[in-house]
Each structure stands twice: as C-alpha cells, then as structure tokens.
T-cell receptor
Framework: NAGVTQTPKFRVLKTGQSMTLLCAQD?????MYWYRQDPGMGLRLIHY???????AKGEVPDGYNVSRLKKQNFLLGLESAAPSQTSVYFC??????????????FGEGSRLTVL | LAKTTQPISMDSYEGQEVNITCSHN???????ITWYQQFPSQGPRFIIQ???TKVTNEVASLFIPADRKSSTLSLPRVSLSDTAVYYC?????????????FGGGTRVLVKP
C-alpha cells in the first residue's frame, strides 16, 4: 500500500517551459488536492477535485491547470513556468464525508525550481 | 469560507505541556476541526479531529468550547521530536465540496 505518490520529486525548469506533476493514490479516495508551500510559509490550496472528472479552484489557481481523468490520479500542469512558481508542491487525498473533514493523506512533495 | 488564526510560534521545554489555540470565528455548523503536524521537508500528517467538547487520542487532546469559535490542541509532555509546525484546519463544505485551506501554522520549538 503506497498511499500517495508524487512524481517527479525534483525538477528544474526554465522560464516558459511546461511540465506536469503526477499524483497517484491507491486508497480509493474521492477527494484529491494540490497545495504549494513556499519556504517558511504555510500550505496554499491550488486546485482540488471531489471526484473523477471534476476539478475546482482553490486559493491560488492562476498559472496552473489540473485534470482528474481517473479516480486514482490527479495531474497538475504548468503551461508556462515562471520563477514565482518555484515551490514545493504537495498532493493530498481524503475520503469524503458530509461535513466531517476526512483525514488528509499527503505525498512526499515535489520540489520545483524555475530559473 | 472558515478562516483560522494561530500564533506564529511558541517555545517550550521537554516534558512540558504545550497548548496551541486556533481561532475560527466563522466556523460552519457542520464543519469539523482538524490539526496536522508538519516536519521539515515532509507533508503534514493528521494528529486529531473533533467537533465539540473534548477529544483525546494517544498523542494529543483537542478542546473545543461550546461556541466552537476556537479550539486548543494540547500536547502533553513534549519531547524534542515534537518540534514541528502545527496547523489548524476547518473544513469548508461548500457547493464545490470540501475546500480545505490551511492557515499559517504555529511553529513549535521544544528545547532541552
């Protein structure tokens, strides 16, 4: 049981390049989330999904796109990377219950540097 | 959207009890309160969750007053390994589902 797996774990991009971060979970969770965390700061929600085929915007969605074509995968895309997107990206998943905030299970993070 | 406010940091010593209070004035009727712990270079991990009154597990206690506008995480007899950032999280069960946003967290430093 791997839990939440993020790939890649490290990546260096040049300004303007594109890339996709993959998050995979094997817990059959409905909800999946992408967060970013800048040095010394808290986590900020980028996008999230409440089920296969659905996505919704979080606090800081600009410059990112997401897709949830399969229940177990949640992809985060950067179409034209900017230095301001240098950060550590965390994916999380949880089961859904009404009102009750299901426990979030986090991946190990993906460290992205944009030069 | 329920927002949370926590102290930025607090120091303690080994063996002491640490209490971290989180303010969430706009908590919704059905929202639960959850606390997470994060070590450097790791994703946060679940500590405890509650709705009202008191919840206790093997690592912490959570105290929630009747008005639910705040909550207090209590870590008994901390050790050096409890040095971490602690986040209070309140679920926002809006039309788009559970939009879970973190606050700034509280950086706890446990000294020998």
């Amino acid at each position: 049981n791997a839990g939440v797996t993020q790939t890649p774990k490290f990546r260096v991009l040049k300004t303007g390049q594109s890339m996709t971060l993959l998050c995979a979970q094997d817990m059959n969770h409905e909800y999946m989330y992408w967060y970013r965390q800048d040095p010394g700061m808290g986590l900020r929600l980028i996008h999230y999904s409440v089920g296969e085929g659905t996505t919704a915007k979080g606090e800081v969605p600009d410059g990112y796109n997401v897709s949830r074509l399969k229940k177990q995968n949640f992809l985060l895309g950067l179409e034209s990377a900017a230095p301001s997107q240098t950060s550590v990206y965390f994916c999380a998943s949880s089961y859904w219950t009404s009102g009750d905030t299901g426990e979030l299970f986090f991946g190990e993070g993906s460290r992205l540097t944009v030069l | 959207l329920a927002k949370t406010t926590q102290p930025i940091s607090m120091d303690s010593y080994e063996g002491q009890e640490v209490n971290i209070t989180c303010s969430h004035n706009n908590i919704a009727t059905n929202d639960y309160i959850t606390w997470y712990q994060q070590f450097p270079s790791q994703g946060p991990r679940f500590i405890i969750q509650g709705y009202k009154t008191k919840v206790t597990n093997e690592v912490a206690s959570l105290f929630i007053p009747a008005d639910r506008k705040s909550s207090t995480l209590s870590l008994p007899r901390v050790s050096l390994s409890d040095t971490a950032v602690y986040y209070c999280l309140v679920g926002d069960s809006g039309p788009a589902g559970n939009k879970l946003t973190f606050g700034g967290g509280t950086r706890v430093l446990v000294k020998p």
